[in-house]
């Protein structure tokens, strides 16, 4: 009795973890989307879905397992699911090494990707004794269509909580905006760390202005990272507030090194950039063309703005 009562408890927790681990991708979900893009075989324009639809996986494992429905197929499910996990995570230990948050839990909590492995194998060997011991509910034949009930509800929650924005990256570039100055004589005489080049006053540039412990911008910063990686002729251009000190964190998490940045601090910044984090601004010879928010940045169009004359 003891025994089904600890195999239960388990069950139930590896449920809650699964719906957890689903849920906190979810908001914000775009950290998990520009992972498929970051692996290089799933484009801006998939990814949006191939996450929704990861997601719902994660629901769908979790709701089964709590509900102790066809354990058998869901335990070997999870296994898989668990082993791809540990295969991108190995592979990005490899490319970038042990930094930053691997994304597992979103942002709500951060864990490297080595602590990641481990969680997930802790979980991979609670469902191999699970699957030995506790064989959960089977439907008969005559209530199987009821499974259909939770695999809907667990693969829509996704897309209904948080839609996909399927027209932004055709018309954002469209919208009226009234052109303006930049002015940048104050990045030239008051950025610190690195001095920005003059050259940012000439020609087409996207620079983005950004705190370092904005989440919200190392989510941009991320994914410019992406967008430079596929086409490094883009002419990105980061512009931090914050303590020198906090460089290595947004660094080891953003993985931006390589971007051109600088620090700005006080007045000059928010004179630039505002109140509002991150602000991303295209510009054309000093004129602010275009003010885009991050999530609606889209490489295609930018790279249709940079060759437009």
């Known amino acids: 009795?003891?025994?089904?009562?600890?195999?239960?408890?388990?069950?139930?927790?590896?449920?809650?973890?699964?719906?957890?681990?689903?849920?906190a991708k979810l908001y914000p979900i775009e950290p998990f989307e520009y992972t498929f893009v970051d692996l290089g075989f799933i484009n801006w324009q998939v990814a949006p879905f191939v996450a929704r639809l990861m997601i719902g996986a994660e629901f769908l494992i979790g709701i089964f397992l709590?509900?102790?429905?066809?354990?058998?197929?869901?335990?070997?499910?999870?296994?898989?699911?668990?082993?791809?996990?540990?295969?991108?995570?190995?592979?990005?230990?490899?490319?970038?090494?042990?930094k930053g948050n691997c994304g597992c839990f979103g942002t709500k909590i951060e864990m490297t990707p080595a602590q990641a492995i481990i969680k997930n194998a802790f979980m991979i060997l609670a469902l191999i004794v699970l699957n030995k011991?506790?064989?959960g509910i089977t439907l008969k034949s005559k209530f199987r269509l009821v499974i259909l009930i939770p695999i809907i509800v667990s693969i829509s929650i996704p897309f209904i909580l948080n839609y996909v924005e399927l027209d932004?990256?055709?018309?954002?570039?469209?919208?009226?905006?009234?052109?303006?100055?930049?002015?940048?004589?104050?990045?030239?005489?008051?950025?610190?760390?690195?001095?920005p080049p003059k050259t940012l006053s000439e020609g087409k540039h996207i620079i983005a202005f950004m705190s370092l412990k904005c989440p919200h911008c190392r989510?941009?910063?991320?994914?410019?990272?992406?967008?430079?990686?596929?086409n490094a002729n883009l002419s990105?251009?980061?512009?931090?507030?914050?303590?020198?000190?906090?460089?290595?964190?947004?660094f080891e998490d953003t993985q931006t090194?390589?971007?051109?940045?600088?620090?700005?601090?006080?007045?000059?910044?928010?004179?630039?950039?505002?109140?509002?984090?991150?602000?991303?601004?295209?510009?054309?010879?000093?004129?602010?063309?275009?003010?885009?928010?991050?999530i609606d940045l889209d490489q295609q169009e930018i790279e249709k703005w940079l060759v437009e004359k």
């Open 133 to 135: 011991y506790h064989k």
């Open 236 to 250: 990105f251009y980061f512009v931090l507030n914050g303590d020198e000190k906090n460089l290595k964190p947004f």
């Open 168 to 195: 932004y990256s055709e018309a954002y570039l469209n919208k009226a905006e009234n052109n303006f100055k930049l002015e940048l004589d104050s990045l030239y005489k008051d950025a610190t760390l690195f001095v």
């Open 66 to 98: 709590i509900l102790h429905l066809n354990l058998k197929i869901v335990y070997k499910t999870a296994i898989i699911l668990l082993l791809v996990f540990c295969v991108y995570l190995g592979l990005l230990i490899l490319i970038v090494g042990n």
């Open 257 to 294: 090194q390589l971007i051109p940045h600088c620090i700005l601090n006080g007045k000059n910044f928010v004179y630039l950039a505002g109140l509002e984090m991150p602000t991303i601004y295209l510009v054309n010879n000093s004129i602010v063309e275009y003010w885009v928010d991050y």
């Open 219 to 230: 989510i941009a910063a991320k994914k410019m990272r992406i967008m430079y990686e596929r």
């Open 1 to 23: 009795m003891i025994k089904k009562i600890i195999l239960t408890i388990l069950c139930l927790l590896l449920g809650s973890v699964f719906l957890y681990s689903g849920y």
